[in-house]
């Protein structure tokens, strides 16, 4: 009863909770933090309730606000000590959600959230709250298939200025709008003939939506609709695009910058202080603004000066394990 169980899934599908996932078992066995055991969601929630049972402290890693509540609810009632990381903005959800969201932060030991917005209101709720990124480098990048890679090859050859963006699955935001926002830069990025657009879209929900949404797809627009590694995307852009409606820490932006390609992000929550930021895509001028998030880059700091996340997160497991 004096172990860590950590609750989540792990890829497929690629997506921003699953490879902070990943990456966090795969940092903890780094380190040699043997003190914890994972139950994998995709195994079934039965099977990982009653896993849940057997140990003292849980990090739970589940988006959907119902069950936060209800397995905070249980930690709470049955003496357990529950760690719950918020991967999204603070207030995403429509009035119940966020009403959930609220109470399992009030009934959790610790709610890990994303930016400086998200802890002043979680701090309302529970005054442990902690700010701490689901950021964690990977030393592992899987490289494209011949087929894939050839098709990027040749796309980057036929546009002077190569533009990326993603998304691990078609979702949509509290008010109905596209939470990455494919659609719209798709459309912006067909009337800029100077630029390609390569999309990556590991799950194919987008290349099936966009397609029924405006037919034919535009020859400046390159959808990689199979699992894969972004990273490998990244290292042929000039600039990735975060056109996002509300984010947490994104993992492709931080990955983005390790790679020195420039950041351009949507107003819609706090950015890296390294992140071109703009508020209205329409009006957006692509060329000027890739060369002010290139000057960005230029004063970037290194990364890492801080405590590493992994070490931020262990100090924490080991506290609650100490109670």
């Given amino acids: 009863m004096r ?41 079934g929630r039965v099977r990982c309730f009653f896993k849940l049972c057997r140990y003292k402290v849980i990090h739970l890693h589940i988006s959907n606000p119902s069950w936060q509540f209800l397995l905070a609810l249980f930690c709470r009632l049955s003496f357990k000590k529950l760690i719950i990381t918020y991967h999204g903005s603070w207030g995403r959800y429509a009035l119940w959600g966020n009403i959930q969201v609220s ?20 701090l309302k709720w529970n005054k442990s709250a902690r ?13 494209l298939d011949k087929c894939t890679s ?49 999309v990556s879209d590991p799950s194919a929900t987008y290349i ?10 535009p020859t400046n627009v390159l959808f990689i609709s199979i699992p894969h590694d972004f990273r490998n995307v990244l290292q042929v852009a000039d600039a990735f695009i975060r056109n996002t409606t509300t984010d947490g820490v994104s993992l492709s932006i931080h990955e983005a910058l390790q790679l020195n390609v420039p950041v351009l992000a949507s107003a819609a929550v706090e950015r890296s202080p390294y992140c071109q930021v703009y508020k209205d895509l329409k009006n957006l001028d692509l060329k000027a603004e890739i060369r002010k ?9 290194i990364e890492g000066e801080g405590t590493p996340v992994i070490k931020q997160l262990i100090s924490v497991y080991s506290s609650v394990l100490r109670m």
């Fill in 3 to 43: 172990r860590l169980l950590i609750i989540g899934k792990v890829p497929p599908p690629i997506g921003g909770v699953t490879m902070h996932v990943k990456r966090l078992v795969e940092n903890l066995e780094k380190e040699d933090f043997g003190s914890f055991d994972f139950a994998e969601l995709q195994h």
């Fill in 103 to 122: 109470w399992s932060a009030r009934l959790c030991c610790i709610p890990i959230v994303q930016n400086e917005e998200s802890l002043r209101k979680a």
């Fill in 131 to 143: 700010l701490i990124s689901t950021f964690l480098p990977s030393e592992y990048s899987t490289p």
């Fill in 150 to 198: 050839s098709k990027l090859a040749e796309f980057r050859k036929q546009h002077r200025v190569i533009v990326c963006t993603n998304a691990w699955n078609l979702t949509f935001d509290k008010n109905q709008k596209e939470t990455y926002g494919i659609s719209d830069l798709v459309t912006y990025v067909s009337q800029q003939p100077a630029f390609g657009l390569v």
């Fill in 208 to 217: 099936r939506y966009i397609s029924a949404l405006q037919g034919e797809l």
């Fill in 293 to 301: 998030a290139k000057e960005l880059l230029r004063g970037r700091q």
